[in-house]
């Protein structure tokens, strides 16, 4: 299985190999500058949409992502020292760095990706105890990852019902700089609002119940933040 974005070398959490290791909290977001978009969860929109466009994936399997630059390559909210720009929500996606849960045999399990460095010997909370058995923090950390996981598939379910209801509409971004630069950002779906007006009421009741209309609203609210990120363009 491909590893996602930011990840080069994720290997599993094993007391047998990390036991005698501490967690070194990575420095900053470097890791993330070269990413334009960065998947979401279903609990998080609410909050990403003041900051970010929401977009649908144009690619199986599909999701909701936060577009975070205007080309390839670019992620305008990671200034020259790897800081996130203040006040800027930071994606769950992000903060979850260096860790990350891979499927095995229907199971996850928590990864982490050794080329972030994160791994010490003297500084940093300790991941295993004697015993064998993980630390609080990495209890925390999985719990964390876990959440994300449960998030991230509520996401692609409403993605998948969009889609299905024939919802979901190719779109492009076309977008002028204040130095006259032109641009063009493709390979992303948006909500044809038209089409999910006229829903029929039992599809909006059954939405409702599962929170999609929220995720619709906040995946509208979000156009707004286009103006936001062609500033910092």
């Known amino acids: 299985m491909k590893a996602p974005i930011f990840y080069s070398k994720p290997v599993p959490l ?4 990390h036991g005698t290791k501490r967690y070194r909290a990575v420095a900053d977001f470097r890791f993330a500058r070269a990413a334009n978009a960065v998947p979401l969860g279903a609990s998080e929109m609410g909050i990403a949409a003041r900051h970010y466009p929401l977009v649908f994936s ?6 909701i992502a936060a577009v975070l630059g205007v080309q390839a390559g670019e ?3 990671v200034d020259a020292d790897g800081k996130w720009i203040v006040d800027a929500y930071v994606p769950a996606f992000v903060r979850r760095y260096p860790f990350a849960f891979a499927e ?13 460095n994160a791994l010490d010997d003297v500084e940093g909370p300790w991941l295993f105890n004697v015993d064998g058995t993980t630390t609080a923090f990495t209890d925390q950390v999985v719990q964390f990852n876990r959440e994300f996981q449960i998030q ?3 996401a ?3 993605a998948a019902a969009a889609a299905e209801a024939g919802l979901l509409s190719d779109n492009r971004a076309e977008i002028e700089t204040r130095s006259g630069k032109k641009m063009t950002l493709g390979g992303f779906r948006v909500l044809d609002r038209a089409k999910f007006e006229a829903l029929p009421d039992e599809t909006f009741l059954d939405w409702r119940k599962r929170g999609w209309l ?3 609203a906040a995946h509208f609210l979000s156009f707004h933040s286009w103006q ?5 363009a």
């Open 75 to 77: 992620n305008l909210f």
């Open 58 to 63: 144009a690619t199986e399997p599909g999701g």
């Open 152 to 154: 991230a598939r509520m």
């Open 14 to 17: 094993a007391a047998d190999i």
């Open 156 to 158: 692609a379910e409403f």
């Open 104 to 116: 095995r045999d229907d199971k996850l399990i928590l990864c982490i990706d050794e080329a972030a």
């Open 228 to 232: 936001n990120l062609i500033a910092r």
């Open 214 to 216: 929220d995720m619709a």
